[in-house]
Structures are given as structure tokens and as C-alpha cells.
């Protein structure tokens, strides 16, 4: 053993010929291509890396893999990313990290690195390439089949050491032949670095792929850091193994207390000696051959096994001088840093102490059956094995090898090979495992969760406040909701718990396991859709023009919209009164193309729009409107628009902004599962159509003067009615709608042609002071003549009756989306909340939106809390028409109740607003007409 670190000589699979240079706790360290930041640490005898998230206590490397409970480190450079386990990370020339202290940090600057995915199907998907899991795949690919073969560590081979012989061969070289074979094959897939994570129903597995190359340095620029697979298999091979169970005792979670077989792992795969005074603590055969093996690399091994009987394997022990304590366990450590000694006891015997840097822990083996419990694989609690199995079978799914509780090597063959096995030394005859959960001592310090600082006497409070299932007990104790997951802890805390409620632990089952199996990072999941790939900015063809004309913008669904023209001096309330003047008293003009727009073809499409609407449009005429409205099948507002017949089996549609993709969505859902016998056919036409709304009084006098072939009087162009024209060769679709109550033509263009026809109107209209406006201005015309929003002013317990809208309710269609909804008793409540408006006493209040409704009782006092609500504000404005704020609000009764006083509160002070129609201004609707 070296004297300046824990490296031996002989062992391990790194390059010593090449050094790197890493950075933990700003102190410099070196390390080896092949080596992971914990098995580097180590090297240099560190061991503690951070301090738990609850008491503060050192936490240490606990394990060789993804089953370590404790040895989180914050990763600095070469990119940022908190809270990963010291033995996964592979190490990296210039590794910059630290350890956590309870919690990580996010990082400060955004990563840059590309996340993909990559869709794949195959006949087989065997997960995990041990000895099991290269067979399966080995036997998959002679039977001619597609194979993905995923193993999560950097190379193949599993748990094996290399010390076993496997065909007569060195196991290591059997697994490099076997490699061979399958890469050969054209139709095998062979991903190292690759955890599958999730495992759901008919075949489908996501994998996460560490896209490194073969020496950990990071990934070129032209490469994604992770790809998820989204793998298809029509058969799933389980083959990931099993974790070591650890044994509960006092003060267990100090550094320097480590699993057996991972203190074996990082000897073998790192060339490590995790520590010089070594302490086993077993009641399981397989941590005699750490022992073994870590006494042959020069360190001084003691035996501690919790059976009274000696089993075979300890032979070599012997042979080695080896102390071999039986019926002997641990009671108890000490230390600060990292242990220091261990407290022994057995039956009849005073306690003592043996001074140790290292003890090994092993109480048997959890079979990794989480992907099989992913598709509701039912567990079965195996006595011989003290945990959990595969207890049945599954359509589409295997489980082999060690992950199926088969523990020798000889029988993960067999399994993994269907029977054409290669043969494998005997072993010596096991002894049966000692399920031992913990040790007698202080429950308060015997951790089960060392990751969550979760104990004994955790779970004892747990069954004390009556809390029975397992289940529950996970829930008030956090046990197994760490990083990893309960890998280590899961079962331990079910033992635990049948012991203190006296049952048994089969007779209580275990937690359910769930994805994602090891953490998964959200960019990784998000992949490339980051950003604007994320949520696409949408902008309209006269996005440039706005920006131009110093529009200020909102986001509409994924679109930018104008939202308002401030002039200079002016902020966003003067600049909309403007706005809101300038329509109703000459002309205005707003880009409303974001508005959804479904073309909807075939002989069944008026059908289809029976069915959809609550009102007819079967019945509208071609060259004719009518607006609608889209239900639930409860009932409930989903979505309105006007529809336009421009055929007899031609309609267009339209939809809110936000609700275009749902809404089409929505309709394709009923044609294609429930409707297929109709014969219609869907398309948004949304980007195609620029839609602008000419509003005002003097908006046919614009129109006039740039269609001159178009007759735009009320008689020949009546409302909700459309026209074809064209401008110059360019075909123009204009329609009688008005979402403002004001005199008002949509123009529709080709997406093209927008920049030029908007220009035309704008050049017609100055000399009727034509004015631009955004959507804060359309919203404050519509809410004054008591149009809603959907989405605003409802927020899904909300009916068409509710708005004030039973004239767009079909009494006579036979059945529409919605319909027996409406003859529940709750949709015909006298006090279900109505649309209406509301109008501060003062004048002077604008109502924050959402502000909720009160009403005094009769003796002007406020009922004692929780105060009684009549309703809510859905929205709010300054009217330049009206002179003052108004509201529009849905409340209990509300149309029974106009000319009531009720309360809002704003500011800690409660304002008085009366109630009234939700229709404001022209409530006879004069102005529509111009």
C-alpha cells in the first residue's frame, strides 16, 4: 500500500499513467482517468464530504454506486449542478466540487450544454450488464431478435470483481468477449453510462444516457451532455442486480461506515483500500470475500458475524488469520471526523471495543426489482433472502439474476442464459442469512434514512400516533424520499416497523417504488426544448411594425400581442383611456390574427358543430356569422368564437387565442374516437389568416375607401354576415363582427399580405384619426358591454346561464356536449354565481381583479371569520365612456341582487360597489349599426 495514499499496487482498472487534477473543498487533489470523485477521495483518505440535512452530523461515502445514502457534493466546474453522489461522478481534469452541507444550491448561470432524447423500439431491452443481463441479450441476439442492451455503470460486467472465472476464462474477459459478440450484431443497441429510470406500461422504458466519452472528460460541443431514450421493447429484460442491506445501530451514519461489497468494489475497480484498521459487520456470507480481499491488499481485517454458527466461506478468513467473531454484532461507534472504534456485544458476554478507520456493514441483499414494481410487478417478501422479490409474472417482462434474489453466480447464468450456461467454480455452501434489522441501543441515534436523519425512534413516534401501513410511515418519517430514493432504507424501515407494531415484515409489505430510479435532472427531460423551444415566442406577421410604433407587449398563449401604444408622458392607464376614446367616438383598428382559426370541412361538418356548440349553426346560411359556445361534458364554458359558413360543408372557425391548439385538440378527440363515422376533417388555419379588427363609428367610411367595390351599408353588408373582396389582385375576407358593441368589419388577409393591407387602412383611416390599440383597450370595450372572457371571467364551474347566455343554449337540438349537464339541480341554484358588473360607490376604486366579494350582516357588522364570500372581481378597468372604474364579477345571485351594495376589500379597507347589469354601455345596442 502506497504511504501518501490508499492506492495498492496490482489492483484496479484506472490509468495510473495519466494524473488528473480535481478540486474538492478548495483543496487540490489528484486522481486517475477511470476513478469517480468518491474512489479519488478516497484515495487521499478522505473521507467525510458533507454534513445531514436535519442535525448537522458529518456524512461520509457510504456506497460504491447510486445506492450511497450520504456522499452528496455540490458540482462547481466543469458546469455547475448540485446535490450528486461523489460515486457516480466520473472524475474530470479540473473537477471543481464541494460537499453539502444538508442542502445544495442551484446554479447562478445558465447551462449551456445540449440535452436531447431519441426515440428506439426493439424486439428485447435488457437493462443491466452483468453476467445475468449480457447472456439475456447474448441469447436474444443468436434467436435473431433486435436487441438494447442499457447498463448504467461505465462499463459491462456488473458486480464482478474480476477475481471469478466464468467459462473456464477470467470473468472480466468473458464479459469483453460476449461485448464483442453483440456489437457485432446490426441490430444490437449497446448504451453504457445508461439508467433506465422509468419503466411503464407495454414495453416502454425512458433511459438516461451520460453522453461522456470513454475517459469521463466532458462532452465535445457538438454532443448533447444526456440523451433520454425512449425505448419501445415488445420484451423486457430485468437484469439490474441487487443492493446490500446495511444493519441498524447506534450512531451508524458516522464517515467511514461503508457497505461490504462497495469497500470491495472500489478496491477491484479503483485499486482503493477504503481504510487500514478494517471492522466487517455481517450476517451474510458475501462480505467474507471483502474481507478476503481487502486483507490481501494489506489491510488488517476483524470479522464480526451476528450468526453463532461459522459458515464455509469463512474459510479463506482462516486461512488469511483473519479474526472471526461469530455471534458477536455492533452496538455502537465512535468518532468525529470518521469512526474511530466500534462497540461490540454478545449474548453473555461484557461489551468492548475495537479500534477501526473502516467499518463494512452487510445484512444481506435487496434484489433491485424497482422497474419490475414500475408496471405494478407484485413484491413477495422471501424469508431466506430478508427482503422483497418478484413475487409474480408479467406479460412483456422478465426479471433474472440477482435482481430476481438469485445471488450466485452460477444461478445468474442459468438464469440469464434460458439454460446454455457456462460453467463457473463451485462455491461453498451458503449459510442462510441472518435477517437482522438493527441492534439493541439508543433508537434516537440508530439512523435508517441517514440521508434524511430519519431513526428508529422516528418510526416509533410513527406507530405511536396509531400510523399502521408502511406506506404512512414512509410519509411521517420522510424515509425513503431522499436522493436515492430508499434503496438502502426501504426495507430496513418496513422490518423495523413489523418489529415495533409485532407483526410480521411479509404481513406488512414494503413502499411501492415509483420512477424515476435514480434523479433525473429537468433539463435532461426538457431536453432541447429550453427556452423558446420550451414555450415558442409567436409573433404575428406585424410584430416588426408594433415594435416600431412603441407598442408594449403581453403574452397571450405563446403569442406577443400589443398590449398598448404609449405616447410620451403617457403610462399604460392614460395611453388605454385613449385608446378607448378614440373607438367610440371615431375609429380604431387592433391585430387581432393571434385570434384561433379551425377550417372545418366535409358533409358532416355541420353535424360536428351541432354537436360541439350549445347553439345550432346547422341552420346558418352561407355568407352568414353566428358566435358560439363550447361546453364540457359537464356543462361548463370551455372556449367561445364565432363561426363563418362558407360553404355548405365548409365553416371556419374561431377560438380564444389561448384556447386555438386546445380547442382543436379538443374537436379532434370527438372525430377520432368517438365520431369516426363522421366525414369531416380539421385544420387550424390560424398563422395563415391576419385578422384586423376596423372599430368605431367612422370604421365604414375607412372601409369604404379602400374595398370602393365593396358595398359596407347595413343593408347590402348586414351584421354577422361576411364578404369576398380583393385589394389590388389579393383576395380579402371581410365579416360584420363586433367584439366592442361599436359599429365594426374583421379584415382578413392572407398572413403575406398583412403588412401591406394594414398600411392601406391606417393611410384611409388618418384622416378619421384612425388609432391603433392593443388588447388592453379590446379588453376594456368588451368588458363594457358585458362581453367575457373565457379563462378570465370564468374559471370552469361557469355555465352559459351563468353569463347571462341561455339565448345561446339550442332548446331544440337534441343533444349537444353539455346538455344533460344543465338539468342537474346544482346548474339551476338560485345562488350559483352570475355574471355581472360592479360600480364603486366612489367612483374613484378600480377593484384589484380577483378581490373577493363580502357583504355586512344586517347590523353593519362583518360576520365573525371565515367571513362568508359572495363572489369575486374577474375584471377590472377605468372606463374613459363611463368616467369612471368599473368591474365585472361573478356572484351568488348576482342578476337577482342588482342595485345591492356589497364590499371589496383593497388595501385593508372594504369598498362598497353596487351591483349591476353586466351590460354597460349602448345596452340597447344602437352603436352596432354605426
Known sequence: MSSTDSRVEGYGRVDRTRTLTFTFDGQEYTGHPGDTLASALLAHGVHRVGSSVKFGRPRGIGAAWTEDATGLVQVEEPFPEPMLLASTIELVDGLVARGVSGQGRLAEVPDTARYDRKHTHCDTLVIGAGPAGLLAARTAVRAGESVVLVDDRPTPGGSLTGTERIGGRPALQFV???????????????????????????????????RTDHLGTAAPRHRSRQRVHRIRAEQVVVAT?????????????????????????????YGVVAGREIVVFTSDDAAYSAAADLAAAGAAVTVVDARTDVPAVAAGCVRQRIPVHCGVVVVGTTGEERIRQVQLAAPGEKPWTLPCDLLLVSGGWNPTAHLFSHVKGALAYDPALGAFRPGDTLPGVSVVGAANGTLDLAGCLREGAGGDAPSTAPEPERLPTKVLWRTAGDADRQFVDIQRD???????????????SVEHVKRYTTIGTAHDQGKTSGVIASGITADIL???????????????YTPVAFAALAGRERGQLFDPVRTTALHDWHVAAGAEFEDVGQWKRARHYPRPGEDMEAAVLRECAAVRTGVGILDGSTLGKIDVQGPDAAVLLDRVYTNMMSSLKVGRVRYGVMCGNDGMVIDDGTVLRLAEDRFLVTTTTGGAAPILDHLEEWVQTEWPELRVHLASVTEQWAVFPVVGPRSRDVLGEVFPGLDVSNEAFPFMSWRDTELDGVPVRIARISFSGELAYEVNVSSWYARSLWLRLLDAGAKYGITPYGTETMHVLRAEKGYPIIG?????????????????VSKKKPDFLGRRSFARPANHDPLRKQLVSLLPTDARTKLPEGS??????????????PVPMLGHVTSSYHSAELGRPFALALVKGGRARVGDVVHVPVAGVLVPAEIGSSVLVDPEGTRRDG
Open 176 to 210: 469483453a468477449d460476449t461485448v464483442v459478440e453483440l456489437t457485432a450484431h446490426p441490430e444490437v443497441l449497446h448504451l453504457q453510462r445508461t439508467t433506465a429510470f422509468g419503466h411503464y406500461d407495454d414495453g416502454f422504458v425512458l433511459a438516461l444516457e451520460r
Open 241 to 269: 442486480g441487487a443492493h446490500e442491506r446495511p444493519i441498524v445501530f447506534t450512531d451508524n451514519d458516522r464517515p467511514g461506515i461503508m457497505l461490504a461489497a462497495s469497500a470491495r468494489d472500489y478496491l477491484h475497480r
Open 454 to 468: 430519519a431513526t428508529v425512534a422516528d418510526i416509533a413516534r410513527a406507530v405511536g400516533a396509531g400510523i399502521r
Open 502 to 516: 409485532g407483526t410480521t415484515v411479509d404481513a406488512l409489505g414494503t413502499t411501492t417504488f415509483r420512477p424515476p
Open 792 to 808: 378570465q371571467d370564468t374559471d370552469g364551474t361557469v355555465t352559459p346561464h351563468d353569463l347571462g347566455m341561455e339565448w345561446a
Open 852 to 865: 373577493q366579494i363580502v357583504e355586512f350582516r344586517a347590523d353593519g357588522v362583518l360576520p365573525p371569520p
